[in-house]
């Protein structure tokens, strides 16, 4: 697949089959994210990679409690209280695994750099086959120091991205999108 071809084509999935990725194919697609550019050359990122449908399904319902816990400090999310509330709702959408990306806040540009970094994932995901979404629900949750403790993730990391990767369910369509001119 060629570059372009996947920038166009790329889309978020939320239907996932179930089985799992290839270790060699995860190693692969995070070794791809660290080619990302990071500012200074700092290369602030810190990947974890979860697996394990059972685990998964309790990280959403934690996630989704600890949303709606904090909620009120949250007012972008208020449109999203039903389906947060409702305990079939599955954050992670049935995905065989979450990479979460996580940037070492000494590096000035950690957020940009954790970034670039997921969406190269994303991108060699799709040139593979492989669907992906960024998951903003984990971010709440998975980036408290209880959670990062589990995990031995150093205190100094911030959670950027939470990325599922994994084999989709469905045939995607092509999006149409028109340009614009500005002019003032």
Known sequence: MELLEA?????SVRKYKGEQLPEKTVR???????????????????????????YLRDLSDKCRAYILEIM???PALQNY?????????????G????????????????????????????LAAWDRGIGSCWIGFARAYCGTPD??????VPPEYQLVAPVLPGRRNY???????????YQG
């Open 95 to 122: 995905a065989p695994a979450l990479v979460l990306i996580y940037g070492n806040q000494n590096a000035f540009t950690y957020p940009n750099d954790c970034s670039m970094a997921a969406l190269n994932l994303m």
């Open 28 to 54: 692969e697609l995070l070794e791809l994210a660290a080619w990302a550019p990071s500012g200074m050359n700092t290369q602030p990122w810190l990947y974890v990679v979860i697996e394990g449908e059972e």
């Open 7 to 11: 920038i166009r084509g790329r889309r």
């Open 171 to 181: 045939s995607i369509q092509r999006n149409s999108w028109k340009f614009k001119s």
């Open 81 to 93: 209280k039903t389906a947060l509330s409702n305990p079939d709702y599955n954050i992670f959408y």
């Open 72 to 74: 009120d400090e949250l």
């Open 147 to 152: 959670f990062k403790a589990e995990l031995k």
